[in-house]
């Protein structure tokens, strides 16, 4: 199950108390004060973890608390600091403040390690107290509590390219050929209900992740389809393969969506629109002559890399993969030079 969105408490220890203790031993009628210092409370931390894809671990578990330190002993024994909690969560994980609407940190490196609460710290016992003048204080600190927190948790997948456009416009299928990923295929609409990650192998041992996002729909950024849900995860991408069925069994016009979902993802975020993008004509399969390629063509902007395929036959896809590689390279489209 995929899960991007989670609410929990974060509670760092309790710092253990101070002890208020006497040394009293044969032959030594005034031994003076003893008392260790209490423990320090672990702190929570979070860690990114690279096998780990979904918030599912949150779901069923709302609290997530940190040992407490124990208390500190008499003959000057100190006690043990709790334990920290480290939490893991996958990469592109970001963290906010659920009481202040606050972005505590953006977990998008791998290994990358942050404190979340702080531990209290351990109280201190009677014999951190003693002076010349206060030679025998009969008293000790009590800990210091430790930092609670209420997260909301939002996950982005982090992919070098992304793939958008209509429903059933091919995206699960294009990346079932281009990679091990296996997701749900049918032949209708808003088949894939959740983002799907593959990761796309070519020669020479190059390698990029690609994510098929569920289908957009006019009006997604207003919660309209699925697309809404899933917005911010084409965030992440580097680039953004716009999937075009030429032959779109809802009778509708492939350069008018193609404008409506670019629409949306203006109108999600400019930073969407400003990605780099490769338009892909999908189901050349049906276009035996290839004129329905070559008038949509004519219709698409300038300027930005069109390419053919068939996901079902895989005709063109080793191009795609190798323009999406190029680009990811910050390097030019070849057919784009004079």
Known sequence: MFIDQAKITVQAGNGGPGCMSFRREKFIPKGGPDGGDGGSGGSVYMKVDPFIDTLLDFSGRHLWQAQNGRPGEGSNKYGADGEDLIIPVPPGTLVYDEELDLLLVDLDREGMQVCIARGGRGGKGNKAFATAVRQTPRFAQKGKPGQMRKL???????????LVGMPNAGKSTLISRCSQARPKIADYPFTTLNPVLGIVE?????RFVMAD???LIEGAHRGAGLGHDFLRHIERTRILVHLLDILPADQSDPITNYHAIRKELQLHSQTLIEKPEVIVLNKIDLDADGSLVKKYKNRLPKGKPILAVSA????????LNETLWTLGKGKPYESDRD
């Open 202 to 206: 070519l020669t020479g041992y190059r």
């Open 213 to 215: 996002i569920p289908g």
């Open 312 to 319: 079902v036959t895989g005709k063109g896809l080793a191009e």
């Open 152 to 162: 909301r948790l939002e996950l982005k997948l982090i992919a070098d390219v992304g």
